[in-house]
């Protein structure tokens, strides 16, 4: 089976830092995994992708330069650094996987996606 777990949520003011994990299991060697969020009454958008068994990586235009996505091929688990957060940058955090960057980046329809981890960010 695939999994998909997210954690590393929680509270912090304007300005912190945050660092999310997403510990995945049983998807396939090469593959496109990402970040997203959604807060409530928006639509889920994306924040960050990276290609599992490569090195490229994409980001959302409100993200880049403060957030970064790495990966740790040998503890199958992706990381989205989140520093200098803003009060918009609360939501749910998502992580989710598809062989497809379109249906994954462009599309927003992945095939795999975990639970989701909450951030708050506050003044």
């Known amino acids: 089976s695939q999994s998909l777990m997210e954690s590393g949520g929680g509270s912090v003011q304007a300005g912190g830092s945050l660092k999310l994990s997403c510990v995945h299991s049983?998807?396939?060697?090469?593959?496109?995994m990402g970040w997203f969020r959604q807060a409530p009454g928006k639509e889920r958008e994306g924040v960050a992708a990276?290609?599992?068994?490569?090195?490229?990586?994409y980001y959302s235009a409100s993200v880049e330069g403060r957030f970064f996505v790495s990966q740790d091929s040998a503890e199958n688990t992706i990381y989205l650094q989140m520093n200098s957060l803003k009060v918009e940058d609360t939501a749910i955090y998502y992580c989710?996987?598809?062989?497809?960057?379109?249906?994954?980046?462009?599309?927003?329809?992945?095939?795999?996606w975990g639970q989701g981890t909450q951030v708050t960010v506050s003044t």
């Open positions: 989710a996987s598809d062989r497809s960057v379109g249906r994954l980046w462009t599309d927003s329809t992945a095939q795999y």
């Open positions: 049983g998807l396939p060697s090469r593959t496109w």
């Open positions: 990276i290609f599992v068994g490569g090195s490229t990586t």
